[in-house]
């Protein structure tokens, strides 16, 4: 079984949904598991649901309008009286149904069970077209496979039982899917990471011993620097798992870090590749001679420089690393970069649950800290480090860390 996963710029109006199907007949659509995003900005919008919500400001002007957004792409799809605009009012009549008798003050719960409906309203939508058009499909339910702890909006996949439930697919079916979501074990949605799509693609992949699983960018594939922040990039059209684990652990934004792993241990070969030209080869990842090392650029925006020292200036030592660890567990903070020398550590942070006041004022009744938010992780894979001058040009380097052929900077 292939499995191809398509983001939400590849269906964001009923144009791109005709173009999903186009790629689809490029690519023989037949035993196949397809996986797929909201609609464009749609998880943008429920996420601002959420906000109003918890805010008590008006939150079902904004439903309303995500409603009609996507009605207006049905109707570029399917005739007037067809069942699927029934559907996609049901999905919001409950979407306003949990929200007016939910009693959870839980953000994140509440976060997960709303801004999931963007991904069950985008895949209804797409199955119900390419039935339509002949592609004979079966929509799943993907919180009836994918299993997890309950860590809302970064759940953890229990393999043993997802891999149960998915192994019993019958692999001469097609099928449409949702990324991002997954289910506890109380049959709550529990969210799998901002842009974890890719990531569910790869759990389908694993547990269906796929041949080979693609996602359709709106990029040829993967590139030595974003284009919309870097020049003169050029194609990657092979690379390592062990290279692609690297880029998207330091950030490069066209694979979803946890994607590789589950791939790698199956040797699943793994394609990068354009919906808007599928006949191009794009980018493969896996096991090959053909594999490129070549300097690539990767920008991580939005971080946060903490820089933790003792009180008495004594050495950070282990019983201080293990305490600054458990809070940047506590508050699921994620360390992108790490530098310590004897009396003081400076982490670059990911702070995507908006944590680290919290975090740090924990710190502060132990440690002396200096926070800078804001900040950017440069990192120059496969560095020349003949010409390194070049990437300290016009920047100004809070921390930099060079390790064999990459090198790193903090920059404000």
Known sequence: MKIFKFGGASVKDAESVKNVSMV???QGFTQCLLVISAMDKTTNALEKVVEHY?????????????KQKHIEIAKGLFEENHSVFSEISLFFD????????NK?????FVYDQVVSCGEMISTKIVSEYLNEIGFTNQWLDARDYVKTDNSYRDGVVNWEKTAELISQLNPETCYVTQGFIGSDDNNFTVTLGREGSDYSAAIFAYCLNAEAMTIWKDVPGVMTGDPRKFQNVSLLSHISYEEAIEMAYYGASVIHPKTLQPLQQKNIPFFVKSFVDPTKAGTKVGITDKNQQEESYILKENQVLLKISTRDFSFIAEDHMSLIFSFL???????????????????CLEDKFNKVDELNQELQKIFET???????????RNANMDHIDQFYHGKSVLLEQISKNTLQMVTQ
Do not use: C, H, W
């Open 24 to 26: 689809l007949k490029s």
């Open 54 to 66: 918890f805010y008590k400001q008006d939150y079902q002007t904004e439903i309303k309008n995500i």
């Open 94 to 101: 409950d979407l306003d149904s949990f929200l007016r008798r």
């Open 104 to 108: 959870s003050p839980n953000y994140n």
């Open 329 to 347: 567990s506590k508050y699921k903070i994620k360390v992108s970069l790490m530098q310590n020398s004897a009396i003081s550590l400076a982490l």
């Open 370 to 380: 200096g926070i800078i938010k804001n900040v950017s992780l440069f990192t120059v």
